[in-house]
């Protein structure tokens, strides 16, 4: 299992999986190791994925400080990755919350990335975020369901505060509620670091007015893929986060929700790999760390 060290001195993980060019994978959750990502639908027969186990999670270790689980400070854990892989510009791919981590990287340093590919993102980072309302929309589009009855009040519960998270809530975050969802969701239920996941978007963790400025110098193309019938985020607050980058361009998956490369898994792998097949464009002026970070939070 291969590590690298952070800017502070923890010890990062991360995992490789297929042959090829280098994808750098960022897990979402928040806070969640990157097993649960598998292979991506099959994308490893396209691109050698680097799965990054963030700070706390899966092999990598604990920080000394908790504080530095907060989305915006991990944000050089990204870079170090990048730099330890000896990659002058990479392309990235971010699921669901660890869109806002991608994000916030893609401002700090836009000259870093290649592609940038957003898979069912929280774009918490550009000051956006699914309402309830909208979220209960969407899930009411799935009436006819057999679980429906029951998974509707627990994610009603959930999304109001009235409830802790309940299982039954679950089958909300698949296209099909078959057998191999199930077996993802019992493998990958428990690799959730809690008090990280509290810390992520905590106070502090997102300055939308200075992150979206800092985009402006962002040349990659970015895929921002939403599922048709995932509520967070819905296909057309992912049609906005989309327009928030320079570049941006939106897919949304037929019949796929949350967990996209489960749904439908040729569909899925086609059309990122297609992606990743896009002429770069030409890299922006490279901008230090210290002046990056000062643009993105005066």
């Not at 000259?111 to 940038?116: E, G, K, T």
């Not at 985020?233 to 967990?259: D, K, N, S």
């Amino acid at each position: 299992m291969p590590t690298f060290t952070a800017p502070d001195g923890t010890q990062l993980a991360y995992h490789v999986r297929g042959e090829g060019e280098p994808l750098v994978v960022l897990p979402g959750g928040p806070m969640r190791a990157s097993v649960y990502l598998g292979d991506l639908g099959g994308l490893t027969a396209h691109r050698r994925l680097v799965l990054l186990d963030l700070r706390g999670t899966g092999d990598s270790a604990p920080p000394a400080d908790p504080a530095t689980y907060r989305c915006d400070r991990m944000v050089g854990d990204v870079e170090a990755l990048r730099a330890h892989l000896g990659l002058e510009r990479m392309d990235l791919l971010a699921h669901s919350a660890a869109g806002s981590l991608a994000t916030l990287y893609a401002a700090r340093w836009p000259a870093r990335v290649r592609r940038l590919a957003l898979i069912t993102p929280n774009p918490s980072a550009l000051g956006m975020r699914a309402t309830v309302e909208e979220r209960l929309a969407v899930a009411r589009s799935r009436a006819g369901e057999p679980w429906f009855e029951k998974a509707l009040p627990a994610l009603e519960a959930l999304l109001t505060g009235d409830g802790d998270f309940d299982l039954a809530c679950v089958p909300f975050f698949y296209g099909r509620w078959d057998e191999a969802a199930r077996v993802h969701d019992a493998a990958t239920e428990e690799e959730t670091n809690e008090e990280a996941a509290d810390v992520y978007s905590s106070d502090g963790a997102f300055d939308p007015d200075a992150t979206r400025a800092a985009l402006a110098d962002l040349t990659a193309p970015v895929l921002v893929l939403a599922g048709e019938l995932d509520g967070n985020p819905h296909p057309e607050l992912a049609r906005r986060t989309a327009e928030a980058f320079p570049h941006g361009t939106l897919a949304v998956q037929p019949g796929a929700a949350h967990y996209p490369w489960l749904d439908d898994p040729e569909w899925f792998a086609r059309r990122v790999a297609d992606f990743l097949r896009t002429p770069a464009r030409p890299g922006a002026c490279y901008r230090s760390a210290d002046t990056a970070t000062s643009r993105a939070h005066r």
